[in-house]
């Protein structure tokens, strides 16, 4: 199955696919790395950056989206803006897609247990993507 990660920063959404068949992980080729929310964050802006999401998704034939939970206070609490995009994302209105939220406690049980097969230096994506690309491992892993 095919899962996006998501880390949801500032105006961006930064994606990252993850396949996992047979039990083997594979990184498909994609040349789209962060979605962005246009600057007014109008009604307008919402509406096409849900509609840009689910275009990628559709594109890519993803079946869940795996979104690293931010914190909604404390020293990392999320902006505003970015529980807006997440809201978006949740309110897709794919019905075959399925959205989760990892908190980091569940992120970091499931790498405890299941470290990463490789280091993320190793996997070709940029640096700015590893959160997502652990989102999306945690995805495929937690129960």
Do not use: W
């Not at 919402?46 to 939970?69: D, M």
């Not at 989760?100 to 970091?108: C, F, G, P, V």
């Amino acid at each position: 199955m095919l899962i996006c990660g998501v880390e949801l920063s500032g105006s961006e959404a930064v994606v990252c696919l993850l396949n996992l068949e047979m039990g083997q992980f594979s990184l498909p080729e994609n040349n789209v790395r962060k979605i962005t929310l246009k600057k007014n964050h109008t009604r307008e802006d919402l509406k096409q950056f849900q509609v840009s999401f689910a275009e990628f998704l559709a594109e890519h034939n993803v079946k869940k989206v795996a979104i690293k939970e931010r914190m909604p206070k404390g020293k990392f609490a999320g902006g505003a803006i970015s529980f807006k995009m997440e809201a978006a994302i949740q309110l897709l209105p794919e019905a075959d897609v399925e959205v989760e939220l990892l908190s980091s406690a569940t992120i970091k049980a499931t790498l405890s247990a299941k470290p990463l097969p490789i280091p993320f230096a190793e996997t070709g994506l940029k640096v700015f993507q590893e959160t997502a690309f652990v989102a999306a491992y945690v995805g495929h892993l937690a129960k």
